[in-house]
């Protein structure tokens, strides 16, 4: 098993949520072995995509936008076709538009 975190831009997350139910990747009863999408809203020191998206942020002292981190546990089969979605579907006009970091899972246990 594989996790999949994504850091994406504020604007490109309702995308790639899109993006990944449309693949059918989000979907249990087509099959699909990937679990647990999570998205955590936090402050990033990614590039801007407009002049609008960046603010200043008084506690850290340091200029920031919105951004997302989407994380995804997935088996290892899905990665490549689920990292191709996710990077199709976060893109900005920015050379880099964030980032997609696959991990591996050492255990995972349901809690039942």
């Keep these: ?6 850091y994406i831009h504020k604007s490109r997350v309702a995308d790639v949520i899109q993006a990944l139910k449309d693949a059918g990747h989000l979907d249990a009863r087509n099959g699909c072995e990937c679990r647990h999408l999570y998205v955590h809203v936090g402050h990033g020191v990614l590039k801007s995509s407009d002049q609008h998206e960046q603010h200043f942020s008084v506690d850290l002292a340091e200029s920031v936008i919105d951004e997302y981190k989407l994380e995804l546990l997935c088996d290892e089969g899905y990665v490549d076709e689920m990292v191709a979605v996710i990077k199709q579907a976060a893109r900005t006009v920015n050379s880099a538009a964030g980032w997609i970091v696959v991990t591996e899972v050492i255990s995972a246990t349901v809690i039942q």
């Design 1 to 6: 098993m594989k996790e999949i975190k994504a």
